[in-house]
């Protein structure tokens, strides 16, 4: 039987108009209600009955978020341990010396053996792991274009951008918001430098989540009657570097790092 592999399968599906007639704020949370089992596609009064024959037989391939992130980990240790490292070093521009190569993560060193073994001194998540790990097996050598765009402009983003929003811009302004001093120290902390403010933002903050994979924080405070507002820019060529989803991925890492260190020094 075919299975849904992610939320955003059952998204496209979907005509986007948040009608809420099936009770869910916007089609994107129908869509991760459907993939988590809570709810069925034909409980969505605007789709074709056509497209709902069509998935009729199709089962969410939902299992605990920790299980499924686990299990890739395994998978890409995998793939690693067939990845000639040395070749993939001279590929990425990283080190490569005892058997392991090591790239900077958000200023840190981030080393990997031929086993796929992580070493760091960078608390080891599996949202930042996973794209690490996409970075070294699959991600190309091509250099960054020195142009941001918005995560919708790049190719892959027009499908991701609503979740990216959700999970990423959303999330990220709210810690901004609430620990505005704090959020610029936290970048900081991770070796992002100031630049020229962008669209006249507030705060222009460079990060390097990977080395050649930028991406650029604006943030806008609020002032008089106008609301603050943050946008995340990356670099026009990292989906050249990187897949979509491990771009995703890397964004909603680095909000749950935020928001842990938030709490924890806040």
């Not at 810690?175 to 507030?202: C, K, P, W």
């Not at 050249?240 to 909000?255: C, D, F, M, P, R």
Request: charged share 25%; with cysteine; proline share 5%.
């Amino acid at each position: 039987m075919d299975q849904f592999k992610n939320t955003m399968e059952i998204f496209k599906l979907l005509d986007k108009s948040n009608c809420r007639k099936c009770n869910k704020p916007t089609c994107l949370a129908f869509a991760a209600a459907v993939f988590q089992g809570q709810m069925r596609l034909d409980e969505c009064p605007q789709l074709d009955r056509e497209v709902i024959e069509r998935h009729s037989g199709v089962t969410s391939n939902r299992r605990p978020p920790e299980q499924m992130q686990n299990e890739s980990i395994e998978n890409l240790k995998r793939k690693i341990a067939t990845t000639d490292l040395q070749s993939a070093a001279q590929r990425l521009g990283a080190q490569y010396s005892n058997e392991k190569l090591t790239i900077k993560c958000l200023g840190k060193d981030f080393s990997v053996d031929t086993m796929g073994n992580i070493s760091t001194d960078l608390h080891v998540h599996p949202w930042i792991a996973l794209p690490v790990l996409n970075y070294i097996i699959a991600g190309a050598g091509t250099p960054v274009s020195g142009k941001w765009v918005p995560f919708r402009e790049l190719e892959g983003g027009k499908t991701w951008y609503r979740l990216f929003e959700q999970r990423c811009e959303k999330p990220f302004k709210k810690v901004a918001d609430t620990y505005t001093d704090l959020f610029e120290d936290m970048i900081h902390l991770f070796n992002g430098r100031q630049v020229e403010n962008h669209y006249s933002s507030d705060i222009s903050l460079v990060l390097y989540p990977l080395p050649k994979v930028p991406l650029l924080i604006c943030y806008w405070r609020p002032e008089d009657d106008l609301a603050s507002d943050l946008n995340i820019f990356f670099d026009s060529n990292a989906e050249k570097i990187l897949n979509i989803e491990s771009i995703y991925t890397l964004g909603a890492g680095l909000v749950i790092m935020f928001e842990k260190l938030a709490l924890r020094h806040g």
